[in-house]
């Protein structure tokens, strides 16, 4: 791994920067893991939608290759991917002062029980892998509405997160014990709950009646109510559009 110790103004600016846009539940994800943590950034816009996406453009692909936010600037090193930006935030807001230096550090991104890690990591894993990635913007600009058709991006991108949501249903069934927590697993936030609420974002977009999940929609209520996920939330964001 290249750690950039350079003397470049980013670097020595120190605060994290976090590349985003207001309305990608990937980027919403790691702005809440931030907010957990108590962690200050500096927000950085790449637009996905305008001149045919900044994220296209050399001076974003330099940073991330696949052409996707987020990317997070952090400690002298330039990350993607979201459920590697959260390993990361967790296991060094663990190193003793990190946290603190940082920003608050009172909240955890995993619970410190084993069996429950896994279960949070497995809701993550399973948006961030099984859901999200077919009703993203270029699955849905080039298999789904080619001729950038609203009804057939509605048609596909609804089918894909129903279908993912009723899964993801059953699988919250179990990690909250029929309900019994208040969060995806526990009664704290986790990295659950953190790629949980931008999906149902993108569900009721698509127009998927989350109604008829009800953990689904209780827990993302739960979270809702919230001062980090307000925080977080798109219309928040320095980028949002009307
Ligand atoms: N696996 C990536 C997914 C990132 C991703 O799909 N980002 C979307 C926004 S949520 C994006 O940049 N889309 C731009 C495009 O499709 O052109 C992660 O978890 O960080």
């Known amino acids: 791994v290249e750690r950039d110790e350079g003397t470049t103004a980013e670097n020595m600016a120190d605060k994290p920067a976090l590349y985003s846009y207001w309305r990608s539940s990937s980027a919403w994800r790691v702005r809440l893991a931030l907010g957990l943590l108590g962690v200050d950034y500096e927000y950085r816009a790449v637009h996905l939608v305008k001149d045919g996406g900044e994220q296209h453009k050399a001076d974003y692909t330099d940073k991330n290759s696949f052409g996707l936010v987020p990317t997070l600037n952090i400690d002298g090193l330039e990350l993607t991917e979201s459920l590697a930006i ?41 948006i961030a892998t099984n859901i999200q990635p077919i009703q993203n913007l270029r699955v849905l600009q080039r ?12 048609e596909w991108a609804n089918y894909w997160i129903s279908s993912g949501f009723e899964a993801l249903e059953k699988l919250l069934e179990k990690t909250t014990e029929n309900g019994k927590s208040r969060f995806c697993v526990g009664n704290n936030v986790t990295m659950a709950d953190c790629f949980l609420v931008p999906q149902v974002y993108n569900a009721i977009r698509w127009k998927v009646d989350v109604s008829k999940y009800p953990l689904i929609s209780k827990i993302t209520a739960e979270c809702e109510a919230l001062p980090l996920f307000k925080a977080a939330h798109p219309d928040a964001q320095p980028d949002a559009q009307p």
């Open 86 to 126: 959260f390993e990361y935030l967790h296991e060094t807001s663990k190193i003793p002062g990190k946290a603190a230096a940082a920003g608050s550090g009172d909240g955890s991104l995993l619970p410190d029980d084993v069996a429950e890690r896994a279960a949070a990591r497995q809701v993550a894993s399973a």
């Open 143 to 154: 298999a789904a509405a080619p001729g950038g058709e609203m009804e057939k991006k509605v």
